[in-house]
């Protein structure tokens, strides 16, 4: 898998974006950093969705995207065709995200969690990789929502 990552974050996700940038870089990680650059008020689907779109397109493996609470961020980079984004709290709701959901993109809620925290869920979720299996049906019906495409119960 590719070493780059995408980040985007509004004003409330700045510093935490900007600790995230440099642990990935410490790590060997190619950052793409769609901003913010400030801690100024920014309306945050303008750094989201460039994010997530770069995921989508494949120019990024993987990307994080960050605000106050990491909801809003989360559902800009949802409506990216190709993006699974996951709003995790904690290391297990994000090795999970990756493990069964084929998550990638990750969002996180700077006003939520501490960078020790923040930097251990980032590195969760880099980490993980999706399981495949019974999950892999999973992930082509949500696809298939993505497209429009119906399907009935007894498909799955």
Do not use: W
Request: hydrophobic share 45%.
């Amino acid at each position: 898998m590719s070493r780059v990552v995408a980040l985007g974050a509004d004003h409330a996700g700045y510093a935490l974006k900007e600790l995230v940038k440099t642990h990935l870089e410490s790590r060997g990680y190619d950052v793409i950093d769609f901003g913010t650059d400030s801690a100024e008020p920014v309306d945050y689907p303008l750094f989201c969705e460039p994010a997530a779109r770069a995921v989508a397109t494949g120019a990024a493996a993987l990307g994080v995207v960050v605000g106050g609470s990491g909801q809003g961020e989360q559902i800009v980079a949802n409506k990216v065709r190709g993006v699974r984004a996951a709003l995790c709290y904690n290391e297990l709701s994000a090795r999970l995200a990756r493990q069964h959901n084929d998550a990638n993109v990750l969002a996180l809620g700077a006003r939520l969690l501490g960078s020790e925290l923040a930097l251990a869920i980032v590195d969760a979720f880099l980490n993980a990789s999706f399981e495949g299996g019974r999950h892999a049906r999973r992930i082509a019906q949500i696809t298939e929502v993505e497209d429009g495409t119906t399907f009935s119960q007894a498909d799955g």
